[in-house]
């Protein structure tokens, strides 16, 4: 998938799921976002939205949501870069059947969580909060999904060994804070390990073009910087302040932001990130002419 230009969320009558994914979507997404709307496989006709939506958006002090009465989902709402997003596996192909459209996708396909959202309806109030809970989560890793494919900051790859875990999970949530998709190679808890393992993993995944960027942490951030740059087309900075972090990106384009967890504490660290993460490169040609000296 190359572009998204609007996102439909289904499910099987409009009155729940879709409208309830539609308004953390509208909540939680930038004006930069594709259009989005909500709509039912199958509405016999039209009926207001089940009261719960609203009643547990206001108690979770969210935005109500602005869906009006139950709509099927038709031919009409579709493009040719609409991507429909299904809360069940049952829904998708149904959907995929019925339009003849491969950008159809469950949602937990589509944010890896690999998981169906089934329909509450009947239940006790606790299972309602559970999917509250897992609609919430999945539409802020659909928001971050669709940012990387239509081009913002871009997929970040995370690693760290046992002296960065910690900061680690510092950078995780500022990414997730601010809708930026990531994919973490570990380490995967405070356990001593053996930092090459990570490095190398992160480094690969840029030079290979999974990600658009990298960011290892381990005591110092230097181990990790040396491992990363033995990967060829990577150029790994190692950054414990602001300016480097932009002059870094602005001459040399690097692609990977090393740091040491033992040297900057989390909140310099995260201003570090932000300022890499932000930073284009300046393009200019004799910064170009010194990269592929590097290179070569």
């Given at each position: ?11 099987s ?24 709307i909500?709509?039912?496989?199958v509405?016999?006709?039209p009926e ?5 939506v609203?009643?547990m958006l206001?108690a979770k002090?969210e ?22 997003l ?17 950008r159809?996708f ?10 169906d959202?089934?329909?509450?309806y009947g239940k006790?109030?606790?299972?309602y ?19 990387t ?10 690693g ?11 950078i995780?949530a ?23 393992i ?10 290979g073009?999974?990600c658009?960027k ?10 990790v910087s040396?491992?990363?740059n033995?990967?060829p ?33 989390p909140?310099l ?9 932000n930073?284009?490169f300046?393009e ?8 592929s000296?590097?290179?070569?």
């Amino acid at each position: 998938m190359t572009h998204i230009d609007k996102v439909i969320f289904v499910c099987s009558n409009n009155s729940f799921l879709s409208p309830l994914a539609e308004a953390f979507y509208r909540s939680y997404g930038s004006d930069d976002l594709p259009e989005c709307i909500s709509r039912g496989m199958v509405v016999l006709f039209p009926e207001p939205i089940n009261p719960k939506v609203n009643m547990m958006l206001v108690a979770k002090g969210e935005e109500l949501s602005k869906h009006g009465n139950t709509v099927e989902l038709s031919e009409e709402d579709l493009t040719d870069y609409t991507c429909i997003l299904t809360m069940t596996l049952s829904e998708k192909v149904k959907v995929m059947e019925k339009f003849k459209t491969a950008r159809v996708f469950t949602i937990g396909e589509f944010t890896k969580e690999a998981t169906d959202i089934l329909d509450p309806y009947g239940k006790e109030d606790e299972v309602y909060e559970e999917v509250f809970d897992a609609v919430l989560k999945n539409v802020k890793a659909c928001i971050r999904r669709i940012k990387t494919i239509n081009g913002g900051v871009g997929m970040i790859a995370l690693g760290s060994d046992h002296g960065g875990y910690e900061l680690k999970q510092d950078i995780i949530a500022y990414l997730e804070e601010n809708n930026i998709a990531y994919n973490d190679y570990g380490c995967y808890d405070s356990a001593s390990c053996d930092y090459p393992i990570y490095a190398k993993a992160v480094a690969n995944a840029v030079a290979g073009g999974e990600c658009t960027k990298g960011i290892i942490i381990c005591g110092t951030g230097i181990g990790v910087s040396i491992t990363a740059n033995k990967v060829p087309g990577i150029r790994a900075a190692l950054c414990h302040d602001t300016f480097s972090a932009e002059a870094t990106r602005l001459h040399n384009d690097a692609n990977v932001l090393t740091m040491g967890a033992r040297v900057v504490g989390p909140g310099l660290a995260l201003k570090i990130v932000e300022t890499f993460l932000n930073t284009e490169f300046s393009e200019d040609e004799r910064h170009i002419r010194r990269i592929s000296m590097i290179e070569d």
